[in-house]
């Protein structure tokens, strides 16, 4: 299990590294979409309450 705290802030670098290690180079999929699968476990770094590059915005819900 991953110790993330909710309502936190995290870059995906820092996810990369709390998930792969300081060691692992971060994949050019996860720099550049914000997704990727890492072992059994999907990350996504979305847009919830705020228009990103596609024009729309996503309720929290």
Do not use: N
């Given at each position: 299990m991953f110790a993330f705290t909710k309502h936190?802030?995290?870059r995906r670098q820092e996810i990369w590294e709390m998930v792969k290690g300081k060691?692992?180079?971060m994949s050019r999929n996860f720099q550049q979409s914000g997704?990727?699968?890492i072992d059994e476990d999907l990350f996504a770094f979305i847009n919830i309450g705020f228009e990103g590059n596609?024009?729309?915005i996503f309720p929290n819900k």
């Open positions: 936190e802030k995290y060691d692992q180079r997704y990727e699968r596609a024009g729309k």
